[in-house]
């Protein structure tokens, strides 16, 4: 399996991981019936930490879609090389060390490595765009 495959996969359990982050909390502070019910009283009040885990959750539902549509392309265009297993890299690590940088708020660090996962998508949309147009 391709890096770029396997960096979308593993991006998906990030996916997973912070959904989980995101809705643990607020689980645990309402309780399971407000959970299993329509939530039409609205959701719980919970910690800092909680909400800043489920904007950080909100966050990566933004790139990873595109990401995601930007590696399986070039692996179908059959368009993988160093430059999108790079991308694919730096959008991962990025992605990964992006969650404690936001829950814990370590300043400047989050927007850095905010900053990596965004080239690695644009590394990434450049490399298909080049392997589109042939």
């Known amino acids: ?10 991006g998906g359990v990030l996916v997973l991981v912070q959904m989980l982050l995101a809705a643990g909390p607020r689980m645990m502070s309402a309780g399971v019936d407000w959970a299993m019910g ?4 609205g ?7 909680a909400q800043r885990a489920d904007r950080a959750f909100r966050n990566v539902l933004e790139t990873y879609p595109v990401f995601a549509a930007a590696a399986i392309g070039v692996v179908v265009a059959d368009g993988a090389n160093g430059l999108s297993a790079v991308a694919a890299i730096l959008y991962l690590v990025g992605r990964i060390v992006y969650v404690p940088a936001y ?15 965004l080239l690695g998508i644009g590394l990434m949309l450049l490399r298909l765009l080049v392997v589109a147009a042939g």
């Not at 959701?43 to 930490?49: D, E, G, K, R």
């Not at 829950?103 to 996962?117: F, H, K, N, Q, T």
């Open 38 to 41: 329509p939530r039409d009283s």
């Open 43 to 49: 959701p719980p009040a919970v910690s800092l930490a």
């Open 103 to 117: 829950i814990v708020p370590m300043g400047p660090l989050r927007s850095l490595v905010w900053g990596l996962s």
């Open 1 to 10: 399996m391709s890096i770029e495959l396997v960096c979308v996969a593993l």
